[in-house]
């Protein structure tokens, strides 16, 4: 029965996705693979660990706020 219901999800998601517009970045994103010295870059500049802290800022940021809005509706701020 699993298998069924699999391959229906699966039937439509990909006439839902031929729906949708080709990526427009595909061409930049696969000239990004050529350059040699992007390995060397990303040593230096490390965007795995810079979105990983950006990430967890924006989460402190977010659940801040989120306590904030809370706190003002409960009345424990003015």
């Known amino acids: 029965m699993l298998g069924w219901m699999k ?3 699966d039937k439509f998601l990909s006439g839902l996705l ?3 517009p ?4 595909t061409e930049i994103i ?6 040699p010295f992007l ?8 965007i795995g660990t810079l979105l ?8 402190a940021i977010g659940l801040y ?6 706190a003002r509706w409960v009345k424990l701020i003015s």
Do not use: R, T
């Open 7 to 9: 391959e229906i999800l």
């Open 18 to 20: 031929s729906l949708l």
């Open 22 to 25: 080709l990526s427009p970045f």
């Open 30 to 35: 696969s000239s990004l693979g050529s350059m």
């Open 39 to 46: 390995g060397y870059l990303n040593w230096f500049i490390p």
């Open 52 to 59: 990983k802290i950006g990430s967890a800022w924006l989460a």
């Open 65 to 70: 706020y989120l306590y904030s809005v809370i």
